[in-house]
């Protein structure tokens, strides 16, 4: 479980973009319209077209300590 988003990041696999989504309502699509970014250091959210291949994992955070 994530317990604290510090960079909320993508990019995409196909244009090359990389997109930061700075606040909980900062949504961005790639300039190719296929992946996009949500949740500032909310939650993480992605949107894509294709698969979970469409994008490569940027956010940097921590996980929950068992």
């Given at each position: 479980?994530?317990?604290?988003?510090?960079?909320?990041?993508?990019?995409?696999n196909?244009?090359?973009?990389?997109?930061?989504?700075?606040?909980?309502?900062?949504?961005?699509?790639c300039k190719?319209g296929?992946?996009?970014v949500d949740?500032?250091?909310?939650?993480?959210?992605?949107?894509?077209?294709?698969?979970?291949?469409?994008?490569?994992?940027?956010?940097?955070?921590?996980?929950?300590?068992?």
């Amino acid at each position: 479980m994530i317990t604290k988003i510090y960079k909320n990041s993508i990019k995409c696999n196909l244009c090359g973009e990389i997109l930061v989504s700075e606040n909980v309502h900062d949504f961005k699509f790639c300039k190719c319209g296929t992946v996009a970014v949500d949740g500032g250091n909310e939650i993480l959210r992605r949107i894509y077209k294709n698969s979970t291949d469409d994008y490569t994992e940027l956010s940097e955070y921590e996980e929950e300590k068992s």
